[in-house]
């Protein structure tokens, strides 16, 4: 067994403020790694325990290829090498496509795969003088199974998961890995509470989704963070040092098909 040893190694992570991002900062700083967050709305409130571990956060629009290279640049510049990037910024749109603005589609494009291709390619040089890397792209199980309520969030997740693979197989010279984590709904997520909010019956909605997850239901539950954060753990550590060009789904088989009845 692979201890999870991330210690020397420096690594960016996009949407760091808060959900998913967040988890896995705090879980990379856990096993040893110097990290920096960027984010659109860096949070006061994360001070005291991004402090604590030793986490760098920093104003970034994962739009603005200039708020990206700085980015990575203070992170370089630091310690002198760069061995880890995870893109967790993204917006959902849930909206059928004769309704969705341009504007609208702009920014869900923008910011999810857009956003993948800038932190890439600031990345990639750093990591080719380190000697290697991990690229993590956080995609959704929308990008491999097509979604009927959401057309646009599901093509830009598809399509980060297609980057993702061209990516493996290009810089695999260079020692660079790139995977994909497709998680399922997960709670204590902007997405998924802003979701709960805005509907008529939260409960109801929560219910649904997790109905939806066949082993989320049988379970009674949706992924957590630290799911999702150890999935990432493991795709940055030696331990998936042959793992590259894969989309790992973590989403309780929502993406296999109706579950079956209840027993």
């Known amino acids: 067994m692979f201890p999870i040893d991330l210690s020397q190694r420096t690594a960016v992570i996009t949407g760091g403020a808060s ?5 896995i900062a705090l879980a990379f700083a856990k096993h040893g790694a110097n990290v ?4 659109l709305r860096p949070a006061a409130e994360n001070e005291p325990a991004f402090s604590s571990a030793g986490i760098s956060q920093i104003h970034c629009d994962v739009r603005r290829e200039a708020d990206v ?22 917006i959902v749109l849930v909206r ?25 390619k600031h990345a990639i040089g750093p990591m080719q003088k380190s000697g290697g890397g991990s690229i993590i792209l956080i995609a959704s199980n929308s990008g491999l199974l097509p979604r009927a309520h959401d057309p646009v969030y599901s093509t830009s997740k598809a399509a980060v998961i297609a ?15 790139v995977n994909s984590i ?22 109801a909605l929560a ?20 799911e999702i954060a150890q999935a990432a753990l493991y795709l940055a550590s030696d331990a998936s040092v042959m793992v590259t060009g894969t989309s790992l789904r973590i989403d309780g088989g929502k993406s296999l098909g109706v579950p079956p009845p209840r027993r």
Do not use: Y
């Open 36 to 39: 920096w967050t960027g984010d």
């Open 96 to 120: 059928q496509i004769p309704d969705v603005l341009e504007e609208e589609w702009d920014a869900c494009l923008e910011i999810n795969l857009k956003g993948a291709f800038l932190l890439a």
């Open 69 to 90: 290279r700085s980015l990575i640049e203070a992170a370089t510049a630091a310690t002198g090498r760069l061995d880890i990037v995870v893109h967790s910024a993204g």
């Open 182 to 203: 497709c998680p399922g709904p997960v709670a204590q997520t902007e997405i998924i509470d802003r979701a709960l909010a805005a509907a008529d019956d939260g409960g």
């Open 163 to 177: 980057f993702g693979k061209s990516l493996a197989l290009c810089h695999s010279v260079d020692k660079i890995r």
């Open 207 to 226: 219910r649904h989704m997790i109905d939806a997850t066949p082993i989320g239901r049988a379970l009674g539950r949706m992924n957590t963070l630290e």
């Open 19 to 23: 959900g998913i991002g967040r988890a």
